[in-house]
T-cell receptor
Framework: TQLLEQSPQFLSIQEGENLTVYCNSS?????LQWYRQEPGEGPVLLVT?????EVKKLKRLTFQFGDARKDSSLHITAAQTGDTGLYLC??????????FGSGTKLNVKP | DADVTQTPRNRITKTGKRIMLECSQT?????MYWYRQDPGLGLRLIYY???????NKGEISDGYSVSRQAQAKFSLSLESAIPNQTALYFC?????????????FGPGTRLTVL
């Protein structure tokens, strides 16, 4: 059983559309991270959220950490083909132990 | 040059063989991790090490062992490989301190056990 559940598992959308990816758990985390992974490469950190209720924006990407620090969401506005990739959330316990979700595979079509 | 390197990048081996995957880093980080990635399962932690004398089991350590030869080197061994160990393996590092929990990943090793 995964400690972190991500949904949806797959997402295929047209360029210009908006989307939201969810990351849910019954555990409380000291922080939560979002990574993006491209084929043939390792994941790369996009953002870390630490405070319950925190919202961070990275250009067209908006990340939110749930008030109870158990869940998070990633919202992409006006998706571009360059956003295509695997998005992984990772819950962090005690700032040094990482639990990854199963990932959301995003395909943005031109 | 890449900060975290893994060798080999691809390996095909047979059931029962011993195999070692190596990881080196130039980031000066104390903490190193080994993960495996399977489709639909994300990344699962195999072992982690917070310094040269520290080794800890992760979620799925059975069938694996590790060695931290130096601050910069962390190797993963499969003593007797089996087909369900076919996966993509990633090494990662992280530092300490307020910004220290970002993980930096290597490019991965694709392992196939026949």
């Amino acid at each position: 059983t995964q400690l972190l559940e991500q949904s949806p598992q797959f997402l295929s959308i047209q360029e210009g559309e908006n989307l939201t990816v969810y990351c849910n758990s019954s555990s409380v985390f000291s922080s939560l991270q979002w990574y993006r992974q491209e084929p043939g490469e390792g994941p790369v950190l996009l953002v870390t959220v630490v405070t319950g209720g925190e919202v961070k924006k990275l250009k067209r990407l908006t990340f939110q950490f749930g008030d109870a620090r158990k869940d998070s969401s990633l919202h992409i506005t006006a998706a571009q083909t360059g956003d295509t990739g695997l998005y992984l959330c990772a819950g962090v316990h005690n700032f040094n132990k990482f639990y990854f979700g199963s990932g959301t595979k995003l395909n943005v079509k031109p | 040059d890449a900060d975290v390197t893994q060798t080999p990048r691809n390996r095909i081996t047979k059931t029962g063989k011993r195999i070692m995957l190596e990881c080196s880093q130039t980031k000066g980080h104390d903490r190193m991790y080994w993960y495996r990635q399977d489709p639909g399962l994300g990344l699962r932690l195999i072992y982690y090490s917070f310094d040269v004398k520290d080794i800890n089991k992760g979620e799925i350590s059975d069938g694996y062992s590790v060695s931290r030869q130096a601050q910069a080197k962390f190797s993963l061994s499969l003593e007797s490989a089996i087909p369900n160990q076919t996966a993509l393996y990633f090494c990662a590092t992280s530092g300490r301190g307020p910004g220290g929990n970002e993980q930096f990943f290597g490019p991965g090793t694709r392992l196939t056990v026949l």
